[in-house]
């Protein structure tokens, strides 16, 4: 005699954005996992359409809360490698910063109120925070410096205002980046105990073989510069991304997916740059991770949240070391002229390689764009991530196999907004 079990929760709590998820299990076996995006696309690449190049910035820092950086650093990446300019190092390393305070704020707020809860038994944050105060006041205190970065950086902490093509409209003086190094200090040193405060977390005993996508740099861990390199030995710059990767519309999502090569799935995010690039990161991040046993490779996405503390502490260190030797800029940006064609870029968002693309004319209007973020390349390894974990705990209960699914997907940090161009979960169980 067969029946049918079904779990229906109406959200996923604890990501951004809204999905559901459709598991089915056929005598023990499961036989269909399908993450289901339904929020509705927001159109910002039509929305970029016959604007100026020089309002992409602006645009496209609109598409995300938590990471706007990213997609500003993407566009004007991109649209300068089209205009050849080359700016200065100055301006290099305010970029880098910026970019440092959008990991710290991002990587903080999903470590400490999104997933660390998953770990230790609650349901939100809130209630975690009752028997874990001191760990969540930090988290806190951490990402209000990243938050801090943006704003003196960014000229404001949510969709900054200071970036442009060629710089920043203004660069920050002196008096308050000496101010933000103070902060850095301490965030530094609190990162390390970030670190040590999720190693000790219990995990779920899973590895799988991914392909990792990331960026990879000759001299720095990456962040908005360098190759995309992928496990199998493929390496490539950002003009010939779209040879090798591609999107596909699936009925069951709003967000596009994404494949390798036509047929494989791929893995961006975290764990990705740090297969790729440990030998990159400075010595108190490649210490802080092997105390934490990590290893220089983690297979293991339930350990992510551990990769991502050592990365919050390469960014404090990063940041208070470009803070340290600051100097006032003579200027803050370099005039950029627009040149008819297309331009490409790729960088690191927390999530994952973000890669943007823009064609332009001769008047410099944006004719087309195109904007694929992390959470839409990693669809197709969350979806095989969830029917081999839920294979592995077929004999759960449906509410621990609930927890334990919703739990594989916060390991992604999936930011579902991004990607719609999470849970409602149902369990089909036949006998």
Sequence with gaps: MSHTRTIKVDYLARVEGEGALHLVIDQGQVSQAKLNIFEPPRFFEAFLRGRRYEEASDITARICGICPVAYQMSAVHALESLCQAQVPAAVKSLRRLLYCGEWIESHVLHITMLHAPD??????AI????????????????????????RVVGGREIHPINVKI?????????TAMAELAEQLSWGRQAALELIEWVAGFKFIDFEADYEFVSLVHPQDYP????????????????????????????????????LLDNDKVYFVGPLARYFHN???????????????????????????IIVRAIEVLFAFDQALKIANSYQTPDISAIPVPPIAGTGRAATEAPRGLLWHRYDLDAQGIITNANIVP??????????????EVAQQHTQSSDLELQHCLEQAIRNYDPCISCATHFLDLTVERIA
């Design 374 to 387: 992390p959470t839409s390349q990693n669809q197709r390894i969350i979806e095989r991530d969830i029917a």
């Design 278 to 304: 440990f030998e990159k990161l400075p010595k108190i991040c490649q210490d802080a991770a092997i105390a934490a046993n990590l290893g220089k490779q983690c297979f293991n996405p339930f350990k992510s």
């Design 119 to 124: 770990f230790l038994g609650y349901d939100d």
């Design 127 to 150: 209630s975690m925070a009752k028997d874990h105060k001191a760990a969540v006041e930090r988290g806190l205190k951490l990402k209000k410096i990243g938050n801090n970065i943006i």
């Design 166 to 174: 060629g710089g920043f409209y203004k660069a920050p003086s002196a």
């Design 223 to 258: 962040l908005n510069e360098g190759m995309i390199q992928c496990r199998n030995g493929l390496k490539l710059g950002a003009d010939d991304y779209e040879q090798h990767f591609s999107e596909q519309h699936v009925a069951h999502s709003n967000a596009l997916q994404s």
